[in-house]
């Protein structure tokens, strides 16, 4: 009777340090996880100002200029226009 | 001497002293007993709230406004974080050297951070709101006390002043005020959420308890619009308004096939990123929430109406000589006086008298309903804010003479959105389609508000008036064929007409074979001594359709021939 008690006790004892650590280590998994989602957030800020970074040099004002003034494009005449359709095209 | 035999303790005392020793210690334990019971099992809630407080904390979860997308998925506007500082006066007692480093951080004068900072009477005072978050990084590196950081929202538009008026733009607080976010507020807006986790000793969460309120991010919002036709129209416009040195101008840009708002352009703008110099007329939203009396470009819309009526057809004759025509002492005058028209050059030279005559013979009634019809007079339902209905009074108290004016525009006032809208009738065949300011997937469904082909027979009218003999030569397009009507009014002023000042306007569509796009362009009070429609108006309008048309890949229905234009003051004046 004594020993079987004795048994008992050692296995909650071994229970007890088991829960200790499992919940030690959720909490630091946890704290990790956390921190992965606070970075997501923070990436997620990142891309919306990458975002408007990428709209504001790409404002159609600036492409137009650096179109006409630095690669001095234009839109061609009428005349040295020429349309091609699909269907002739195929032909 | 024998212990036991002590005479002590033949001492007897009696029973009742020990016997109320017992009941003291055991009333003694049953008090504790329920108080232990009550404090933990009855009323727990107060000990549990305070235990909680200790390593429980309620965490904000922050939540993005929706983004403001164009029609091709262009970022049109987007909410970033900001942070804004804010002090307790009472507390922030920063040193000589921590004070002129933080007024040179949030580039303020040093006194007015002072002026803040001494106003003790408040707990509470923000320093500067919507700072970068490097610029607050840097802030806090300071380590002032009684110097607390906020995060918010702010919103950035990167197309500046070219879409203004349909975005709007959002307060302080990320909430709509004007335009599209004002009238999307609901859709947009993120709800922020909230959640109890366990806090440890360092601050670290190491537990999520639960999640109070989940933070829903808004939604992001695809608008109908088309940022490089928005471009185009917005800087045509521009430098309309500047060359002719006008007041104001407006352009809308419709898809007829799916009622869509591709462009939607206004000057004077403001650039929303920056609203401190703000004025109310740059504000005004023209084309949308002002009227104006739109002259020439309603005479299709009455034609359209005789000819379903049968009352004439486009080849009868309607004498428009001597030019004027008296009804009830007031008299109506054509600029060109020609001896005779068929009803298809009345739209085509824009002939004041031909159209009245026209109209005296249609009831009121009609003529009414015909406008109603078109959408003159009702909101045109974009959901934008303010949206003009404009004005179209009551048939029964029409006079013989305001009817005759109203056949060609003048005693009636629409918004431009509605003068687009209508001109898509003769588009679609004779339906009118419901506009949307947002991106339309499925085509809706317009209403027939006149026969095919009296449409069809309208359509071809507005063609001949957009060629050399018509008033509006410089709205050809290479390539393409166009329709459409010139229109010059005279601004009321006091409930008058002002001798000197005009709107002029040109609303049209093309390709003429197969509609897909309409375009309304007006110009408000020119004043280089240019004023006619023909020649403020169609050339925008010509370059605003060439470009929308292009960026659109519509085929071209008509040869690559440089336009025709007739010689140089042989234009035909439109009647005014």
Redesign the interface.
């Known amino acids: 009777m004594v020993r079987l008690n004795l048994l008992l006790l050692v296995v909650l004892a071994a229970c007890a340090l088991g829960l200790v650590t499992s919940q030690h280590r959720?909490?630091t998994i946890?704290?990790e996880l956390?921190q992965e989602q606070e970075r997501s957030r923070q990436l997620?800020?990142e891309y919306?100002?990458l975002?408007?970074e990428?709209?504001?040099w790409?404002?159609?004002?600036r492409v137009?200029r650096i179109a006409s003034r630095q690669l001095h494009m234009r839109v061609p005449e009428?005349?040295r226009?020429?349309?091609a359709?699909p269907e002739e095209a195929a032909r | 001497m024998n212990f036991a035999a002590s005479p002590v303790l033949e001492l007897t005392l009696p029973v009742w002293r020990s016997r109320f020793l017992l009941y003291v210690f055991v009333a003694g334990f049953v008090l504790l007993l329920g108080r232990a019971v009550y404090l933990q099992g009855l009323n727990n809630d107060f000990l549990q709230a305070k235990g909680e407080s200790r390593y429980s904390r309620v965490m904000e979860v922050p939540a993005?406004r929706g983004?403001v997308l164009d029609r091709n998925g262009?970022?049109?506007a987007?909410?970033?974080?900001v942070k804004s500082i804010w002090a307790i006066p009472g507390e922030a007692h920063p040193g000589a050297r921590q004070l002129a480093r933080l007024a040179a951080l949030l580039e303020m004068p040093q006194a007015e951070i002072g002026k803040r900072l001494a106003d003790t009477g408040r707990d509470f005072v923000f320093l500067k709101r919507q700072i970068s978050p490097e610029v607050a990084e840097r802030v806090a590196s300071l380590h002032i006390s009684g110097l607390f950081q906020n995060r918010e929202y702010r919103r950035?538009y990167?197309?500046?002043d070219?879409m203004a008026h349909v975005l709007g733009f959002t307060g302080a607080d990320d909430i709509g005020q004007e335009g599209v976010e004002l009238a999307y507020q609901d859709r947009l807006a993120g709800k922020p959420g909230s959640r109890r986790v366990i806090k440890?000793r360092l601050g670290?969460?190491?537990?999520?308890i639960e999640s109070i309120k989940a933070a829903q991010d808004g939604k992001d919002l695809t608008l109908a619009l088309d940022?490089?036709i928005q471009?185009?129209a917005f800087?045509q416009l521009k430098a309309a308004v500047a060359q002719n040195r006008a007041m104001a101008g407006g352009v809308v840009v419709l898809d007829i096939e799916s009622g869509e708002v591709l462009a939607l352009a206004n000057f004077p703008t403001y650039n929303p990123n920056n609203r401190s110099k703000l004025v109310g007329t740059q504000l005004r939203n023209r084309a949308v929430t002002d009227t104006f009396e739109p002259g020439s470009t309603l005479k299709p819309f009455t034609i359209a109406l005789a000819l379903e009526a049968g009352r004439v057809r486009p080849e009868s004759v309607i004498q428009t000589a001597p030019g004027t025509l008296s009804i009830g002492g007031a008299t109506i005058r054509d600029a060109h006086v020609e001896r005779s028209l068929t009803v298809a050059q009345v739209i085509q030279k824009s002939s004041n008298v031909g159209a009245a005559k026209i109209a005296l013979g249609l009831s009121p009634e009609s003529m009414w309903e015909m406008f109603r019809d078109v959408g003159f007079g009702s909101a045109p339902g974009l959901g934008f804010p303010g949206e003009a209905a404009g004005k179209v009074r009551p048939y029964r108290s029409w006079r013989p003479i305001e009817q005759a004016t109203m056949s060609y525009g003048h005693g009636i006032a629409v918004s431009l959105v509605q003068l687009a809208r209508a001109y898509s009738v003769f588009a679609r065949d004779g339906e009118l389609v419901p506009l949307s300011l947002v991106r339309v997937d499925a085509p809706p469904v317009g209403r027939r508000v006149m026969a095919p082909k009296t449409a069809a027979a309208v359509r071809a009218m507005l063609e001949l008036a957009v060629n050399r003999d018509g008033t509006a030569p410089r709205a050809q397009i290479?390539?393409y064929r166009v329709a459409g009507k010139t229109g010059t009014a005279h601004k009321q002023e006091n409930g008058a007409y002002a001798a000197d000042k005009y709107v002029s306007s040109f609303v049209g569509f093309a390709p003429a074979s197969h509609p897909r796009l309409v375009v309304a362009v007006m110009i408000d009070e020119p004043s280089t001594g240019r004023y006619y429609g023909g020649t403020v108006a169609a050339p925008v309008f010509a370059q605003i359709m060439a470009g929308a048309l292009r960026a659109l890949d519509v085929?071209?229905d008509r040869p690559?021939?440089?336009i025709e234009l007739p010689p140089e003051g042989q234009e035909v004046k439109e009647s005014v």
């Open positions: 959720a909490r946890f704290a956390e997620g800020v919306g100002q975002q408007l990428a709209s504001t790409a404002v159609h004002a137009e009428a005349k226009l020429q349309i359709r | 993005n983004r262009e970022a049109l987007i909410s970033t974080p950035y990167p197309s500046g070219v440890d670290q969460t190491v537990e999520d940022a490089r471009n185009l800087s290479v390539g085929a071209p690559m021939q440089p």
